[in-house]
Structure formats: structure tokens, C-alpha cells
């Protein structure tokens, strides 16, 4: 109905499930082609090879008009324990993706002083 309107989507930590979760909603509708601007994760569970072509990549690549970022962190307390006690498939916002991914996808190494939102938002210099 405001096909003006840019939608941003931004998820941190489990957040990152809601964004997956609405992006494979919105991937069974063609006419949502392109209605996500773009979505930013902060530390984000997700697998790690969620942004693959082969697995959700081709979804995200559909519906986000511009880019998608994902701001990881190998110094993160929380994901680290996700990922040493296999409570997430190596997280996203560990590490970052492994293997190939969507081509509006990239990513940036931060070092925020713990897992709170937070801390990860004071690493950005800007949004969007």
C-alpha cells in the first residue's frame, strides 16, 4: 500500500530467528520481491550457513532490496558458549558465514564489551 516506505529490519542475538523466520514467510509470495530494504544482525544465532544459496540465501536475495549486514564477533561471550556447547550450529554473529553467500550479503568483524544490543550498537558508526 506505500511502496515508498523502507522497511529496515534489524535483529540481535534471537532476533535473528524472527528475521529468518519472516524472510521465509515473505519468500512465498513473489510480490514481496524486494519489499525489505535491508536487515542488519548484531550478534546474531542463526547458523552460520544460513546466508547460502543452498539453504536460506536464495530468500534473503529475493526479498532485501539493497543489503544485507552482519555485524559478528569472535570475542562474544554468549555466542562463544552457543557455539562450544553446540546450543547453535556455529552462530553467524560468531564467526560469520561459511561458505558461499547471497550476493547482497556482507559482513563486519566488531568487538563490543559484551553481548547486550547495546554494546554492539556503540561499534557502528552510522545506520543505515
Known sequence: K?????????????GAHVILSTI???AKNPKNNG?????????GSIPANSMSPRIHGNEFQ???????????????DVLKAAHDEKWVDSPIGYNGAIGATCKKYSQ???RPQNHRFASYAKTIKSFP
Open 35 to 43: 519489499i525489505i530494504e535491508s536487515i542488519h544482525f548484531f550478534g
Open 24 to 26: 521465509h514467510s515473505l
Open 108 to 110: 563486519k568483524m566488531v
Open 62 to 76: 529475493k526479498i532485501v532490496n539493497k543489503k544485507i549486514l552482519n555485524y559478528f564477533s569472535p570475542y562474544d
Open 2 to 14: 506505500n511502496p515508498a516506505i523502507k522497511i529496515r529490519l534489524m535483529g540481535h542475538s534471537l
